[in-house]
């Protein structure tokens, strides 16, 4: 599928250019414009479990479906939160994202949501993840811009900053220091990776920010 990433890396969106017969598949509110020969199908792919277990993992329960009618068309996509836009070309191989991290994909791209630890949901984060399977285009998401690592042995993210990274790693999650640094360090709980693969993670995170934004809220005092 053509497409071309545009406004990067602050705030991102996708413009998928699609031929005769070509499917693209989004997350409900994630079109942002399209061609007016555009036509949309909305269901729970996969039937009442799969959407389910999106559900569970950050997704939406129903996903969109848009193809051109009589002729080519253009769409394009952007995600919910400030960020980066990154395309993944499947080729068979497996890729797991946080949740709410995917935008669009072509139709050969398969979603299953997996269990990621309840060690993750004290790190900050939710307790699954979402995996994409199948051959075609992806396109996921950050909070901030996306870096690109090449992991080759050992190599340690902190589990806000995680967006993505092939299946051909292991991770673990624990901490880092001992319990001071725990508590007081301000680091929390890390992901160690294992392994040769690629991850991707994101320059900012939604709950550092939502920390920094708290410090200029209004504050009602009894004399107000």
């Known amino acids: 599928m ?8 602050d705030f991102s969106m996708v413009k998928c250019f699609l031929d005769a017969g070509e499917r693209v598949k989004a997350e409900p509110g994630a079109m942002a414009g399209m061609s007016s020969n555009m036509k949309l199908e909305t269901k729970a792919r996969g ?3 799969s959407g389910l277990k999106r559900l569970v993992g950050g997704e939406s329960f129903f996903q969109n479906t848009y ?3 009589g ?3 253009e769409i394009y996509f952007s995600p919910a939160s400030m960020g980066d836009l990154h395309y993944y070309p499947m080729t068979g191989q497996d890729i797991m994202m946080q949740s709410g991290a995917y935008v669009c994909s072509s139709d050969g791209v398969e979603f299953d949501t997996k269990w990621s630890g309840a060690k993750s949901f004290f790190g900050g ?17 950050s909070f901030g811009a996306i870096h690109e690592v090449d992991v080759s042995g050992s190599y ?5 900053a995680i967006v993505a990274f092939e299946s051909t790693l292991n991770y673990t999650i624990t901490k880092v220091g001992g319990m001071k640094s725990l508590f007081l360090g301000g680091e929390g709980l890390v992901c160690r990776f294992e392994g040769h693969g690629k991850l991707w993670i994101q320059t900012r995170q ?5 920390g920094w ?3 200029f809220r209004p504050v009602k005092t009894s004399n107000d």
């Open 2 to 9: 053509r497409h071309e990433i545009v406004c990067k890396p």
């Open 47 to 49: 039937g009442l479990l």
């Open 67 to 69: 193809w051109p009618e």
């Open 71 to 73: 002729g080519e068309g």
């Open 125 to 141: 984060e939710g307790l699954f993840m979402l995996k994409a399977t199948g051959q075609g285009d992806l396109f996921f998401s």
């Open 156 to 160: 340690i993210v902190d589990t806000g």
């Open 206 to 210: 939604p709950t550092g920010f939502a």
């Open 213 to 215: 934004l708290d410090a």
